[in-house]
């Protein structure tokens, strides 16, 4: 039995870290993909493996079931009933990866094993198989790589664990409904917070679900997950500075801060939630004519330079990016750092009006910084799963 299964990367437009601390933020899938591909060998045999090939890294790596098994213990395997990783299980995962000494220019891989393996063995326990994963994302730069590897494992493990459970017949007409669409997104999640530490749920939500939404994490409720209609399109190029950085040292970092200046940063994470709050509703306001949509551009690119200054407050900005904010300046065009920041890519909004000149110029300055420039497109589909 195999799935493939793909799910997008993301921007931020608003609202990066302060959502952790319960403010809104707005985000879209974009137009680059991970995909996971499962195929599940038969069980009752000798040497039976559950295997990882991460294609893009080179990197191949096999555990017996049997040792799994024995290191993780029993555990009553349900895709539908959520569990979260204790630290103790955690422990037990990073013994099992760091047998296999991975090459230390690839360590940063390490948090996307363990949420591998647990995933894995909480949705389809010790059954052997083989998960081939490709990504088109540059992993670790405020696109969303880790969601998005942790959505589409999800969404192929909940689609394998659910063919077994239909008839023949209707194998191959699997589909994501709206409640195992809810589900990967919650699964996403728990993969999310190996990685992540203390993510706010953005990331996996709106690679589950495609299209813009705003969000805001509710901690006694459920999270508030509203699709966004944009009335225009919005046309980005994203610029990958190409400066590494880890979102989990970069949120922790801002707790930290927060816990120094409590009233300060919440007036902050407050300003945010506003910028927020009035970019949803300029997104989905209607604009008829031209001067109607360049006005609205105008207040786009406004609040966007406001946040990219309050994220600078707030600690997560890096010379790199205010290269690419100073750069694109030059020819009046808006940008800021989208995901944690540290680094990674900068948002530079593309007025439709912009000539082809100004953009290529724009595109070649930054270039010869030694950034690596894209177009993307926003707001388009979430998870897929494709029988193969
Ligand atoms: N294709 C992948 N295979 C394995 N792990 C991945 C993959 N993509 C992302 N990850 C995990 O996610 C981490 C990057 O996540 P993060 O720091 O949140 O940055 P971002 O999500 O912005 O790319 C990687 O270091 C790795 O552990
Ligand atoms: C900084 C944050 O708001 C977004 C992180 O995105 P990324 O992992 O840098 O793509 C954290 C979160 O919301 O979980
Ligand atoms: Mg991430």
């Known amino acids: 039995m195999e ?25 879209a899938s974009i137009d680059l993909y991970t995909e996971v591909r499962i195929s599940l060998h038969p069980s009752g045999q000798e040497n039976e493996l559950l295997e990882v090939d991460l294609k893009d890294m080179g990197l191949n790596l096999s555990w017996p079931c049997s040792q799994l098994k024995e290191v993780l213990g029993d555990c009553s395997v349900d895709g539908s009933v959520l569990v979260s ?11 099992l990866v760091a047998q296999k000494n991975i090459p230390q220019e690839s360590v940063q891989l390490n948090s996307g094993l363990y949420a591998f393996l647990f995933l894995y063995t909480s949705i389809l326990g010790y059954k052997p198989g083989k998960a081939v994963v490709t990504s088109e994302l540059p992993m670790g730069s405020g696109l ?17 664990s659910e063919f077994s459970l239909k008839t023949k017949e ?65 046309k980005m190029l994203i610029t990958d500075t190409r400066v590494g950085r880890n979102t989990k040292s970069l949120v922790s970092s801002v707790s930290e801060r927060a816990l120094r200046h409590p009233d300060t940063m919440s007036s902050v994470f407050n300003a945010i939630n506003s910028i927020s709050d009035e970019l949803a509703l300029l997104v ?26 309050l994220l600078q407050c707030i600690g997560v900005s890096h010379d790199s990016i205010e290269t690419v ?29 912009l000539s082809a000149a100004v953009t290529e110029k724009v595109i070649s300055e930054l270039e010869q910084c030694g950034f690596r420039c894209f177009m993307v497109k926003v707001g388009g589909p979430g998870v897929q799963v494709f029988p193969c």
């Open 3 to 27: 799935v493939r299964c793909r799910a997008p990367g993301k921007i931020i437009l608003a609202g990066e870290h302060a959502v952790v601390h319960g403010a809104a933020a707005i985000a």
């Open 85 to 95: 990783c204790t630290s103790e299980k955690l422990e037990l995962l990073s013994g």
């Open 170 to 234: 209707k194998k191959d007409q699997f589909s994501f409904e709206k409640n195992d669409l809810e589900l990967v997104s919650k699964w996403a999640f728990e993969g999310e917070k190996i990685i992540h530490g203390k993510p706010s749920g953005i990331d996996n939500t709106v690679s589950t679900f495609g299209n813009m939404i705003k969000f805001k994490k509710e901690l006694k409720t459920t999270n508030l997950m509203m699709p966004l209609n944009s009335t225009t399109p919005l």
């Open 284 to 309: 989905e306001s209607p604009a008829e004519d031209k001067i109607a949509v360049s006005e609205k551009e105008e207040k786009l690119m406004e609040l966007m330079q406001m946040n990219q200054g």
């Open 325 to 353: 904010v100073r750069t694109t300046m030059k020819e009046k065009l808006v940008s800021k750092l989208t995901g944690a920041g540290g680094g990674g890519c900068v948002l530079t909004f593309v007025p439709t009006l």
């Open 144 to 160: 969303g790589s880790s969601a998005s590897f942790c959505v589409a494992l999800s969404g192929a493990l909940i689609a394998l």
